[in-house]
């Protein structure tokens, strides 16, 4: 892709056979990203480093940026009727916009948050779902039944990632699109289409402390790798862990490989460690977009029917032949 066409989102979005209202949405969100990105770039110089000094819903120590990317990103979607509510990992609740709007959002302000301090790259995460017509905005918990909808209902997914560039990745069906911020206009141009992951890779995504913890067909698979070239793969792995899931995420979509994050004893009551509707179903939505495969290790995640807002999950995807290596250990 020649950055020279200039081919921007707006442009992009106003190509594809979409309703006015979704292309509304999205280049809010993505208006929303720019001002996050630019936050992130001053840093300490705007005083916006460290804790929050409070904890969100997960029990998560909140950073300063994990609230003010949450009131950036609500700020830029409460306006023009085209999104009938928010949910956000950082809060509690739904927020009802506007009753009659067409559109759902839901959004991880500020993915990888613990790495914000020691500047390593962090990002946005969302998904669109359509808003049912029958949607109760009476309370909260008739609020958040509008919400539980697998992720095969999803319209669009993306992601933000702030790194040295900021990359805006984006599917709305049919296929997958990455943009590059051009900081002098504050403008997503489109620099990569079609994206498509790499099948052949030696790459993999694990927290490895962790092991001890693991379910034997994670041990089993991660195992197989670590023998290399003498083992059944017949290959030598590299392991590579950012701990921010966008940049593990866009390492896959950029160089290929698998990423891990599998239920373990620590977690399994909650069902696993990342969170069904903010972070697995829009990064699902896109690695099969683009070719990959998605699974909690027993079931296509976005198969998944959410229980909660807030429901966590096992999370296994990348390059397609290494998810299913990963599955046939599960057996």
């Given at each position: 892709?020649?950055?020279?066409?200039?081919?921007?989102?707006?442009?992009?979005?106003?190509?594809?056979?979409?309703?006015?209202?979704?292309?509304?949405?999205?280049?809010?969100?993505?208006?929303?990203?720019?001002?996050?990105?630019?936050?992130?770039?001053?840093?300490?110089l705007a005083g916006?480093?460290?804790?929050?000094?409070?904890?969100?819903?997960?029990?998560e120590a909140q950073k300063k940026l994990d609230v003010l990317s949450n009131d950036i990103m609500l700020a830029a979607n409460a306006w023009g009727g085209r999104v009938a509510a928010m949910a956000s990992e950082e809060m509690d609740w739904p927020r009802p916009v506007a009753p009659r709007g067409d559109y759902l959002l839901l959004f991880d302000p500020l993915d990888g948050s613990s790495n914000i301090d020691v500047n390593v790259s962090v990002g946005t995460i969302f998904s669109v779902l359509p808003a049912p017509r029958d949607a109760d905005w009476s309370s909260d918990a008739a609020a958040e039944k509008a919400f539980l909808q697998p992720g095969t209902r999803q319209v669009a997914a993306g992601y933000a990632i702030y790194g040295p560039s900021t990359l805006l990745a984006l599917t709305v069906g049919d296929g997958v699109a990455i943009f590059t911020l051009d900081r002098e206009t504050d403008t997503f141009v489109l620099t990569r289409d079609r994206v498509r992951i790499p099948e052949e890779t030696r790459e993999f995504a694990i927290n490895l402390s962790n092991q001890r913890h693991w379910d034997a067909p994670v041990r089993r698979y991660v195992a197989e790798l670590l023998q290399g070239?003498?083992?059944?793969?017949?290959?030598?792995?590299?392991?590579?862990?950012?701990?921010?899931?966008?940049?593990?995420?866009h390492r896959i979509l950029t160089r290929g490989g698998i990423f891990l994050y599998p239920v373990d004893a620590r977690n399994r009551e909650k069902g696993g460690r990342l969170r069904l509707m903010y972070e697995a179903n829009p990064m699902a939505m896109l690695i099969e977009q683009a070719g990959g495969a998605a699974t909690t290790g027993y079931e296509c995640i976005l198969e998944v029917m959410p229980q909660r807002l807030h429901q966590r999950v096992s999370v296994i995807l990348g390059?397609?032949?290494?998810?299913?290596?990963?599955?046939?250990?599960?057996?």
């Open positions: 892709m020649n950055p020279s066409e200039h081919i921007t989102l707006a442009r992009y979005l106003s190509e594809k056979p979409l309703p006015d209202a979704l292309r509304g949405v999205l280049e809010s969100i993505a208006g929303a990203c720019v001002s996050i990105a630019i936050l992130i770039g001053k840093g300490g916006v480093l460290g804790e929050a000094g409070r904890e969100n819903v997960q029990g070239e003498t083992g059944p793969r017949a290959k030598d792995f590299n392991m590579r862990w950012v701990a921010s899931m966008v940049a593990d995420v390059a397609r032949c290494e998810v299913d290596a990963a599955i046939a250990c599960h057996g």
